[in-house]
């Protein structure tokens, strides 16, 4: 779970490294990888039971999973502000996954 | 306009569409007026039963759309054929924009405004000279940038656009136009185009002749048009035509977009797009000024205009969708409102699935393995869900692409190992339910269900109402907010019937609104409230259905003959039965009727009020002399005179230079498309610079005159396969006559290449390789593009591997590519390679033996 968020971590950073020039093939890898993240937590939690932390964790990574496709199929600017935020989100995520991964 | 009011034109084009095979229903009023002495015209890249029925068949090669109506334009303008009083007195001809403003011809090929970097325009260049004008458009405001609370817009509040009605400013619309359309000659329209300079003017001769205060023409478009990377822009381009000529809001003049095919209008009015909640209203959004409910009125509503009433239709939307809980303390159940974050349209969506975001997905009325582009890329996607629902009447290849699909036939997938857990689930047809279809001329007529679907085949409401029944009970105890939008949810509907088929006169009441607390249905529009004392599910709707028992839909009563000719009496029109939108420009600025021949609505002095025959689009006591008094800052309708006819633009003109909204530009520009054969003869600048391209593996572009691919490629439909074409597939009647896919060449081609008539084909592109038999026929053309030969071929898209007849699927060919402001995807140009022979592994899927 957490080497999938360290991969959409790096796919995130090399997005922002090249704003503003918006590269789909690294948005496509870094959706490509929160998703796997994604689908690990669910699992998890199907299997050991929901709490109110993983449900938050959850919620937080479709968060990220929502504006990582709003840069990668933007209306309008691609929302980098936002990008940047949802990076520190993915961070707080992936410490949080560490210790279980 | 209403498509019998076709036959009251005197010069019709049709373009972009092969409309006597394609929409034969609508044709018949293009034969009628023909028969009254209307001039016809085709312009069309194959010459087809349309262009044997038409006066002038014009062929150009696809993609050259803009290049042809931009020539029209430059002949209107320097030629002076344009309807000067109309278009003085109800355009923004003669506005003057920013002095910032540059044009194409002055800045590379693109407007003033374009940021290199992020691909995209920035407006403040093309606005009019210190105001900042609203989109009236929602879809566009939803993609366009904030623009902060609606605060600037308010400067349509203090004074009227400036204008120069000498047309002498150099910034006017009308210097502009001049200046941007002087490269569209009828010599650049030839080279572009490969149309001959004698034809193109005999349809601008034809076109202009008539016009005028007698004489109105029309043009009629399908998907040869939307389906280009500037799809919306050559749409315009023929506006621009219009709001010349005069020929909007009149009897016979107008463009007709034709759709309609299972309901399309329809399925945008009430919408199964992402963008818009029903009748137009946009989507929130999470980058915008929408967090609250107050905020997105404010930032959405423009102030003048008729859109300044957004607040009532929103409102009353929210009050039907979640009831008695919607107050104004809860900002009317606002925040159970999905936010957009980006695109969330068919093709970005499809590669979300290729990337594992999307784990389900519903297919109703859809059969994207064979009508969405990039086929493999769609099975590939579909592959990598945890589940599929797809409905439909017969098997369709989505839902058995894990069995049969290519991928799997190829050895690239194994049907084993695709996790996909398919539901197919039969539906009833059109017959086997009562409903309504909303056709092109936003007219909605009601259906009687005729017999019984047969065994478990269910309606798509009966499926849609049970389902929302079993989600309401799944989560009616949960406690995450998340739920909180599907528990508010009214879901009310009687249910009739053995199978507990939801009542579809209860939702169309519901759609055309009511009174909350006595639930009275409500007649107008004009009655909705923004307190939460009304509910609506449409607000354009409003008048279908305005009280118990009088479903207007179901009405059926034609004029008499000799009668007006609008049939008011029949079904019903959205908005308010209207049947020809903006028909205030019928009468000149005064309120009298351009002309008795082509009068409908006109200023009744003795009631104070206008009339017509047809209901009039404008408030109905407002007179042609009013004038917005400007030092009270007017609103809404106040601030627009009686003699602005366009009353959802921010001023009531019609916009032949777009300020707002566009993502591409003020005005239509000639740009290849992404993949040609050809330069860009008229700029440096190759094609659309804000297109939508999404580069990923599997989904690779050619190279602009790419020699592996010199060939231009098209897609069309058929007569006998309707829609997806499983319909027509699976009826032996219908698959005998069409039998098996195939490609059209021209002679010259074939020869060139060694194809045989009806001989073993191989089209290829970057995204994959088909093979087809041959129709080698005059009907295809070779063009001469700046000086060299361009051949285009063509191919029906609606095979499949189901069904009597049967064939590769042509969307194998084509990229995901998109409109720059719809998003829609690109069919009618691309490039491809051609050879004689089969494919190395024939006896795959689909194909005749």
Same mark, same amino acid.
């Given at each position: 779970?957490? &080497?999938?968020?360290?991969?959409?971590?790096?796919?995130?950073?090399?997005?922002?490294?090249?704003?503003?020039?918006?590269?789909?093939?690294?948005?496509?890898?870094?959706?490509?990888?929160?998703?796997?993240?994604?689908?690990?937590?669910?699992?998890?939690?199907?299997?050991?039971?929901?709490?109110?932390?993983?449900?938050?964790?959850?919620?937080?990574? &479709?968060?990220?999973?929502?504006?990582?496709?709003?840069?990668?199929?933007?209306?309008?600017?691609?929302?980098?502000?936002?990008?940047?935020?949802?990076?520190?989100?993915?961070?707080?995520?992936?410490?949080?996954?560490?210790?279980?991964? | 306009?209403?498509? +019998?009011?076709? @036959?009251?034109?005197?010069?019709?084009?049709?373009?972009?569409?092969?409309?006597?095979?394609?929409?034969?229903?609508?044709?018949?009023?293009?034969?009628?007026?023909?028969?009254?002495?209307?001039?016809?015209?085709?312009?069309?890249?194959?010459?087809?039963?349309?262009?044997?029925?038409?006066?002038?068949?014009?062929?150009?090669?696809?993609?050259?759309?803009?290049?042809?109506?931009?020539?029209?334009?430059?002949?209107?303008?320097?030629?002076?054929?344009?309807?000067?009083?109309?278009?003085?007195?109800?355009?923004?001809?003669?506005?003057?924009?920013?002095?910032?403003?540059?044009?194409? =011809?002055?800045?590379?090929?693109?407007?003033?405004?374009?940021? @290199? %970097?992020?691909?995209?325009?920035?407006?403040?260049?093309?606005?009019?000279?210190?105001?900042?004008?609203?989109?009236?458009?929602? #879809?566009?405001?939803?993609?366009?940038?904030?623009?902060?609370?609606?605060?600037?817009?308010?400067?349509?509040?203090?004074?009227?656009?400036?204008? !120069?009605?000498?047309?002498?400013?150099?910034?006017?619309?009308?210097?502009?136009?001049?200046?941007?359309?002087?490269?569209?000659?009828?010599?650049?329209?030839?080279?572009?185009?490969?149309?001959?300079?004698?034809?193109?003017?005999?349809?601008?001769?034809?076109?202009?002749?008539?016009? /005028?205060?007698?004489?109105? $023409?029309?043009?009629?478009?399908?998907?040869?048009?939307?389906?280009?990377?500037?799809?919306?822009?050559?749409?315009?381009?023929?506006?621009?035509?219009?709001?010349?000529?005069?020929?909007?809001?009149?009897?016979?003049?107008?463009?007709?977009?034709?759709?309609?095919?299972?309901?399309?209008?329809?399925?945008?009015?009430?919408?199964?797009?992402?963008?818009?909640?029903?009748?137009?209203?946009?989507?929130?959004?999470?980058?915008?000024?929408?967090?609250?409910?107050? %905020?997105?009125?404010?930032?959405?509503?423009?102030?003048?205009?008729?859109?300044?009433?957004?607040?009532?239709?929103?409102?009353?939307?929210?009050?039907?969708?979640?009831?008695?809980?919607?107050?104004?303390?809860? *900002?009317?159940?606002?925040?159970?409102?999905?936010?957009?974050?980006?695109?969330?349209?068919?093709?970005?969506?499809?590669?979300?699935?290729? %990337?594992?975001?999307?784990?389900?997905?519903?297919?109703?009325?859809?059969?994207?393995?064979?009508?969405?582009?990039?086929?493999?890329?769609?099975?590939? /996607?579909?592959?990598?869900?945890?589940?599929?629902?797809?409905?439909?009447?017969?098997?369709?290849?989505?839902?058995?692409?894990?069995?049969?699909?290519?991928?799997?036939?190829?050895?690239?997938?194994?049907? *084993?190992?695709?996790?996909? #857990?398919?539901?197919?689930?039969?539906?009833?047809?059109?017959?086997?339910?009562?409903?309504?279809?909303?056709?092109?001329?936003?007219?909605?007529?009601?259906?009687?269900?005729?017999?019984?679907?047969?065994? !478990?085949?269910?309606?798509?409401?009966?499926?849609?109402?049970?389902?929302?029944?079993?989600?309401?009970?799944?989560?009616? !105890?949960?406690?995450?907010?998340?739920?909180?939008?599907?528990?508010?949810?009214?879901?009310?509907?009687? =249910?009739?019937?053995?199978?507990?088929?939801?009542?579809?006169?209860?939702?169309?009441? *519901?759609?055309?609104?009511?009174?909350?607390?006595?639930?009275?249905?409500?007649?107008?529009?004009?009655?909705?409230?923004?307190?939460?004392?009304?509910?609506?599910?449409?607000?354009?709707?409003?008048?279908?259905?305005?009280?118990?028992?009088?479903?207007?839909?179901?009405?059926?009563?034609? %004029?008499?003959?000799?009668?007006?000719?609008?049939?008011?009496?029949?079904?019903?029109?959205?908005?308010?039965?209207?049947?020809?939108?903006?028909?205030?420009?019928?009468?000149?600025?005064?309120?009298?009727?351009?002309?008795?021949?082509?009068?409908?609505? +006109?200023?009744?002095?003795?009631?104070?009020?206008?009339?017509?025959?047809?209901?009039?689009?404008?408030?109905?006591?407002?007179?042609?002399?009013?004038?917005?008094?400007?030092?009270?800052?007017?609103?809404?309708?106040?601030?627009? /005179?009686?003699? @602005?006819?366009?009353?959802?633009?921010?001023?009531?003109?019609?916009?032949?230079?777009?300020?707002?909204?566009?993502?591409? $530009?003020?005005?239509?520009?000639?740009?290849?498309?992404?993949?040609?054969?050809?330069?860009?003869?008229?700029?440096?600048?190759?094609?659309?610079?804000?297109?939508?391209?999404?580069?990923?593996?599997?989904?690779?572009?050619?190279?602009?005159?790419?020699?592996?691919?010199?060939?231009?490629?098209?897609?069309?439909?058929?007569?006998?396969?309707?829609? /997806?074409?499983?319909?027509?597939?699976?009826?032996?009647?219908?698959? #005998?006559?069409?039998?098996?896919?195939?490609?059209?060449?021209?002679? *010259?081609?074939?020869?060139?290449?060694?194809?045989?008539?009806?001989?073993?084909?191989?089209?290829?592109?970057?995204?994959?390789?088909?093979?087809?038999?041959?129709?080698?026929?005059?009907?295809?053309?070779?063009?001469?593009?700046?000086?060299?030969?361009?051949?285009?071929?063509?191919?029906?898209?609606?095979?499949? +591997?189901?069904?009597?007849?049967?064939?590769?699927?042509?969307?194998?060919?084509?990229?995901?590519?998109?409109?720059?402001?719809?998003?829609?995807?690109?069919?009618?140009?691309?490039?491809?390679?051609?050879?004689?022979?089969?494919?190395?592994?024939?006896?795959?899927?689909?194909?005749?033996?």
């Amino acid at each position: 779970v957490a &080497n999938n968020a360290l991969l959409a971590l790096a796919e995130l950073d090399k997005a922002l490294a090249a704003k503003p020039e918006v590269d789909g093939h690294v948005f496509s890898a870094a959706a490509h990888f929160l998703s796997l993240h994604r689908d690990g937590m669910a699992a998890r939690q199907r299997e050991t039971g929901a709490t109110s932390e993983s449900r938050r964790s959850l919620e937080h990574v &479709n968060a990220v999973i929502s504006v990582v496709l709003g840069a990668h199929f933007p209306l309008g600017s691609v929302p980098w502000t936002e990008l940047e935020k949802a990076r520190g989100w993915l961070i707080e995520l992936t410490a949080q996954s560490r210790p279980e991964g | 306009m209403a498509l +019998w009011d076709l @036959a009251n034109s005197d010069c019709i084009v049709v373009m972009g569409s092969n409309m006597a095979e394609n929409h034969p229903i609508a044709f018949r009023f293009v034969v009628e007026a023909q028969r009254r002495g209307a001039m016809v015209i085709h312009v069309d890249p194959r010459f087809t039963r349309t262009g044997a029925l038409s006066n002038i068949h014009a062929p150009i090669r696809s993609g050259s759309d803009i290049a042809f109506l931009g020539g029209i334009i430059h002949q209107i303008l320097e030629r002076d054929l344009w309807f000067r009083d109309f278009a003085l007195a109800y355009t923004n001809i003669a506005h003057i924009i920013e002095d910032g403003y540059q044009d194409p =011809e002055q800045n590379g090929g693109v407007f003033s405004g374009f940021r @290199a %970097d992020t691909k995209s325009y920035r407006e403040d260049t093309w606005q009019y000279k210190n105001k900042t004008v609203p989109s009236s458009i929602a #879809e566009h405001r939803v993609q366009t940038e904030d623009k902060s609370a609606g605060g600037d817009y308010e400067s349509m509040t203090e004074s009227p656009p400036p204008t !120069d009605p000498t047309l002498q400013h150099p910034n006017c619309v009308y210097q502009i136009m001049r200046r941007h359309f002087a490269r569209y000659t009828p010599e650049m329209v030839e080279r572009v185009t490969g149309c001959k300079q004698a034809t193109f003017l005999r349809i601008v001769d034809a076109l202009a002749r008539n016009s /005028g205060r007698e004489r109105t $023409g029309a043009f009629c478009y399908a998907v040869g048009w939307t389906h280009h990377t500037v799809g919306v822009q050559i749409i315009r381009a023929a506006a621009i035509i219009q709001g010349l000529l005069g020929n909007v809001g009149r009897p016979g003049g107008g463009i007709m977009a034709l759709r309609g095919h299972t309901s399309i209008q329809g399925s945008t009015d009430i919408p199964t797009l992402y963008n818009m909640l029903p009748t137009y209203l946009p989507q929130p959004n999470v980058f915008h000024q929408h967090a609250t409910l107050r %905020d997105y009125l404010r930032t959405e509503t423009p102030p003048t205009g008729w859109w300044a009433n957004m607040p009532k239709y929103a409102i009353s939307l929210l009050k039907a969708w979640y009831g008695q809980g919607a107050r104004a303390e809860n *900002e009317f159940g606002y925040q159970h409102l999905p936010k957009l974050t980006g695109d969330a349209s068919q093709l970005p969506m499809t590669m979300s699935m290729v %990337d594992g975001v999307v784990k389900g997905q519903f297919i109703l009325g859809q059969n994207p393995v064979v009508g969405a582009v990039n086929s493999d890329l769609v099975e590939r /996607g579909l592959s990598r869900l945890d589940w599929l629902v797809v409905r439909d009447f017969a098997m369709t290849e989505t839902a058995n692409f894990w069995q049969k699909g290519r991928l799997v036939q190829r050895g690239e997938l194994r049907s *084993e190992h695709i996790g996909t #857990e398919t539901f197919f689930m039969p539906a009833a047809l059109a017959g086997e339910k009562d409903g309504t279809v909303t056709n092109t001329s936003r007219m909605v007529q009601w259906h009687d269900k005729v017999l019984e679907a047969p065994g !478990d085949s269910r309606s798509d409401l009966w499926f849609i109402y049970h389902l929302g029944k079993r989600l309401k009970q799944l989560y009616a !105890d949960s406690c995450e907010p998340r739920d909180a939008a599907i528990q508010a949810l009214t879901w009310l509907y009687s =249910e009739r019937g053995a199978r507990a088929e939801a009542d579809p006169e209860a939702v169309l009441r *519901e759609i055309n609104g009511y009174t909350v607390a006595d639930r009275k249905q409500i007649p107008s529009f004009q009655q909705l409230k923004d307190d939460g004392s009304t509910a609506c599910g449409g607000w354009m709707y409003c008048g279908i259905y305005p009280q118990d028992g009088h479903n207007v839909a179901r009405s059926r009563k034609p %004029d008499a003959p000799g009668g007006p000719g609008s049939n008011l009496g029949w079904a019903f029109a959205w908005p308010a039965n209207r049947r020809t939108l903006y028909n205030r420009a019928s009468a000149d600025p005064s309120g009298v009727p351009w002309s008795e021949r082509k009068k409908m609505v +006109w200023w009744d002095e003795k009631e104070g009020k206008w009339a017509g025959t047809d209901v009039p689009d404008f408030v109905a006591t407002k007179p042609p002399d009013y004038r917005p008094d400007w030092s009270k800052h007017p609103h809404g309708m106040d601030a627009l /005179g009686g003699d @602005a006819p366009f009353i959802m633009e921010a001023d009531g003109k019609c916009q032949l230079f777009v300020p707002s909204g566009l993502k591409d $530009g003020p005005l239509p520009t000639h740009y290849e498309p992404p993949e040609s054969p050809v330069k860009n003869l008229l700029y440096d600048q190759q094609f659309n610079p804000v297109a939508k391209l999404w580069a990923r593996k599997g989904n690779e572009l050619h190279a602009p005159q790419d020699t592996r691919f010199p060939y231009v490629f098209s897609t069309y439909r058929l007569t006998e396969l309707h829609c /997806g074409g499983i319909i027509g597939r699976v009826t032996p009647h219908t698959a #005998e006559l069409q039998p098996e896919a195939f490609v059209e060449i021209c002679p *010259e081609l074939a020869g060139e290449l060694g194809i045989r008539h009806l001989g073993w084909t191989v089209l290829s592109t970057l995204r994959g390789e088909i093979e087809v038999r041959a129709l080698i026929t005059e009907r295809v053309q070779p063009f001469t593009i700046g000086g060299r030969t361009v051949h285009q071929v063509g191919m029906p898209w609606v095979y499949g +591997w189901e069904g009597y007849a049967r064939g590769d699927i042509a969307n194998v060919l084509l990229a995901i590519t998109g409109d720059a402001n719809t998003s829609i995807h690109s069919t009618k140009a691309v490039t491809c390679a051609l050879r004689p022979g089969r494919l190395p592994n024939p006896g795959g899927i689909g194909r005749g033996q």
